[in-house]
């Protein structure tokens, strides 16, 4: 059987605005850390939507084999989990209850007790420990965020889909959810995919890199490859040098916005 | 080490606390409102009537069984079938200021009984004239029914929804000035006492027709506590879970106008018990469906059935409707709470 995620002639978008136009991506096998990049508004959340189910495509995504389309969607969001740009709401609800939520939502063929355990080891995970009993509304943007990707990573699904997932963190709590995910992948089950715009955490953390523009893919392999100061004029209009840090780790230095090559699709 | 599960269920078990606590209060709430009225019952009768109802004199048999007992159960009924049909509806529309009022559907209901009065309609069922509730409820469903047509066909956002729902509030509130226009004077006070709200319209089997669909529609949203719990996460969130929010929504909006729509048909207009119930609800048990709901249906009953002692009490042999209470009452309580939200913000 082929493992992994494979996208064959994706088009999605909206009605009289085509986002992705027949988009092919190569199997990438389970253990993947993928990072999605590319300008605002080129598709990387559409394209994340579509993986999930939760915007109408044409052409086919196959997971492990099986095209997604032919399964219910709560049979599809078990198999993908798929964490949303907006951070969760600020109400009354208190953490604990919102991963509760979750997991009765999506799994409710689990026990109380497997529910418990697998919420208590995705808080110590992630540090989350101390904000378990306070409402989502007492939380910062930052920790709400955390409480999100908890709710993604507590009901163990096969393909994680993170649409930028530390946008709203400080640079300890970025390195802590990278290395979150990278844990969990690294476990061999679990692929992928995250949609970010630090091309310096993508190179940091991902095995592989894909880099989106005018509705199909760019660039796709290992992100120190892909990510040349060519590609990066191409794909977001600046021009960039490629460098290695004290520790031999490459770096992307942006210099200056080249104008109007790279302007909004 | 207390483990993280076991200190949520401490945390959960307060929680069932306060909902019991708020039951207790409600059974006195419960037992002041029968012990009050304009004739004098005093408290060891009213027991002593509801032990052993024959052992009471025939007048204050009556009194108790058929004037102050279906009175006060009617209150806790329809402030609970509005404080649920609120929470549900804030839930749903994800907007704090969300009641049965939001949707117009207490305006429908007003325009169905003005339109049996002015036009004298009659419908003898169980003894009893049920052209009024009947046509109210009438209108109440149809609004509601519009509603999900248009939700349905144009896509059941939280924005369509609260505009279709504010489009048809100020539309039946213009049909309820014409029909008060063409009415006769006697049609006129009618349907002016109707919009007030009252409990005296209460009879046992009316009260039997709120009890069996509160019933029903408190198992139905039981029932839906953990997808409605999900969605106060966000909405993204909810839809990332696998839930069919749209539809999700259209079901609760359903459910709702049920409930609010058959317990005003019977007691007219009574407001803010359906937008405040919820906030006492929020600010004692959070938002955990499974705790807020049967909090709010509490709340909204404890409120009801304390104006409902109000308003035999503040004018003396008076006994006032029931709705300019709730709304004099409850303007002051709604402003306390978002005062005190704001100062422990």
């Known amino acids: 059987m082929s493992e992994g995620l494979e996208l064959r002639r994706l088009s999605a978008g909206y009605p009289r605005r085509p986002v992705l136009e027949g988009l092919d991506l190569e199997r990438i096998a389970p253990g993947t850390l993928v990072a999605l990049v590319g300008p605002n508004a080129v598709g990387k959340s559409t394209l994340l939507k579509a993986i ?60 109380t007790a497997q529910a418990e355990a697998a919420i208590a080891r995705v808080f110590a995970t992630l540090g989350l420990d101390a904000l378990a009993l306070r409402p989502l509304g007492e939380l910062s943007g930052g920790q709400r965020q955390m409480i999100g990707l908890a709710q993604v990573l507590v009901r163990a699904p096969r393909l994680l889909l993170l649409d930028e997932p530390t946008s709203a963190l400080d640079l300890r709590w970025q390195l802590q959810v990278l290395q979150a995910v990278r844990a969990q992948v690294a476990e061999g089950r679990t692929l992928a995919v995250i949609a970010v715009h630090d091309l310096n955490l993508a190179l940091r953390f991902c095995d592989r890199i894909v880099v989106l523009g005018q509705g199909r893919v760019l660039a796709a392999g290992h992100p120190a490859e892909v990510l040349t100061p060519a590609l990066l004029q191409a794909a977001y209009g600046v021009r960039a040098r490629v460098e290695r840090c004290s520790l031999g780790h490459p770096l992307v230095l942006a210099d200056e916005a080249i104008s109007p090559t790279h302007d909004f699709p | ?128 004239n049920l052209a009024v509730p009947l046509s109210a409820f ?42 008060q226009f063409i009415a006769d004077s006697n049609a006129l006070q009618q349907i002016v006492f109707w919009t007030m709200g009252s409990l005296a319209r209460a009879t046992w089997n009316k009260i039997g027709l709120v009890a069996a669909v509160l019933l029903l529609c408190a198992l139905w949203s039981a029932k839906n506590a953990w997808p409605l719990t999900a969605l106060r996460a966000g909405e993204d969130q909810a839809r990332s879970f696998g839930i069919a929010v749209e539809r999700l929504r259209l079901v609760t909006l359903l459910r709702v106008s049920l409930l609010a729509a058959t317990a005003l048909s019977f007691v007219g207009t009574i407001g803010f018990v359906g937008l405040v119930g919820p906030h006492i609800a929020r600010l004692l048990l959070g938002e955990d469906h499974r705790y807020y709901l049967p909090g709010a249906a509490l709340a909204g009953a404890l409120m009801l059935s304390g104006a409902s002692i109000l308003s035999k009490t503040l004018v003396p042999g008076v006994v006032l409707p029931i709705g300019i209470i709730t709304a004099l009452v409850g303007v002051p309580m709604f402003m306390a709470l978002v005062l005190s939200r704001r100062r422990g913000a």
């Open chain 2, 138 to 179: 009438v209108c109440a469903a149809a609004a509601t029914l519009l509603i999900q047509l248009l939700a349905w066909r144009y896509g059941a956002t939280v924005d369509t929804v609260v505009l279709f729902g504010i489009a048809l509030l100020f539309s039946f509130e213009a049909l309820l000035w014409l029909m």
């Open chain 2, 1 to 128: 080490m207390t483990t993280l599960a076991a200190r949520y269920r401490r945390f959960a078990a307060l929680r069932l606390w306060l909902l019991a606590a708020m039951a207790v209060v409600l059974c006195a709430t419960l037992a002041l409102d029968l012990a009050t009225g304009p004739s004098g019952l005093p408290f060891a009768d009213v027991v002593a009537g509801l032990l052993r109802p024959a052992g009471l004199p025939v007048e204050q048999r009556v009194i108790l069984w058929e004037v102050r007992l279906p009175y006060a159960v009617m209150a806790l009924l329809v402030g609970a079938s509005l404080g649920l049909a609120g929470a549900e509806m804030q839930t749903a529309l994800n907007n704090p200021l969300a009641s049965p009022f939001t949707l117009g559907l207490s305006a429908a209901a007003a325009v169905g009984a003005s339109i049996a009065v002015v036009g004298g309609f009659t419908l003898m069922a169980f003894g009893e």
């Open chain 1, 52 to 111: 999930a189910g939760l915007r109408p495509v044409r052409g086919q995504v196959l997971l492990d084999g099986t095209d997604l389309a032919t399964l219910t969607p709560r049979e599809r969001l078990r198999r993908v989990g798929y964490l949303p740009q907006a951070l969760p709401q600020a109400t009354s609800l208190v953490a604990y209850e919102a991963m509760l939520s979750a997991l009765r939502a999506s799994r409710a063929d689990w026990s």
